[in-house]
């Protein structure tokens, strides 16, 4: 059973809920008539990529993202490859994946993250410095938590 957290860093910066979608551009027109958005296009760009550990290769994501008050969400079509996207998509359809939260250290928040149960799932490291992590729990929730820490040049958007 996973312990209850105490107030961790981990938690304190909550950044995004990740949406899977089988077709990003039908989602935001959807979410945009709602009047959610606007939607812009996000380019992630890895250097190495792990999928339970293993390299990965061969991913291809359509990612809109649109702010929402202080926090995000973002929408996600699976295309090409392997991941957890595609595996919730065949196991759940479309829904809210994963919650996200920012870290400062983000080895030492999958330490921390995995002595308490969960599971590496996917990790990846950017080109520009920043790094993110999809951790699971067979436990509970359905729900991927998903922590990233920011490029060292990261510039917060204007408000």
């Known amino acids: ?12 910066n909550f950044h995004h809920v ?8 039908k989602a935001v027109n959807f979410y ?9 296009s996000l380019t992630i760009t890895a250097r190495d990529r792990k999928l339970r550990g293993k390299p990965l290769s061969g991913l291809k994501l359509k990612i809109r993202i649109a702010h929402v008050g202080q926090t995000r969400i973002e929408a996600i079509q699976p295309v090409e490859g392997a991941g957890p996207w595609f595996e919730f998509l065949e196991r ?8 996200a939260f920012v870290v400062d250290d983000i080895e030492k928040a999958k330490f921390e993250l995995v002595t308490r149960g969960l599971k590496i799932l996917y ?7 920043g790094a993110a992590a999809y951790l699971e729990s067979d436990q509970v929730g359905g729900t991927v938590l ?6 060292p040049n990261y510039v917060p958007r204007k408000r």
């Open 1 to 12: 059973m996973i312990q209850r957290m105490k107030k961790s860093s981990i938690t304190d």
């Open 18 to 25: 990740g949406i899977i979608v089988k077709d990003v551009d």
């Open 32 to 40: 945009e008539s709602l009047g959610i958005g606007p939607f812009e």
């Open 92 to 99: 759940h359809g479309e829904g809210i994946a994963h919650m």
């Open 123 to 129: 990790e990846s490291w950017f080109e520009d410095g």
């Open 146 to 151: 998903e922590i990233f820490q920011r490029p």
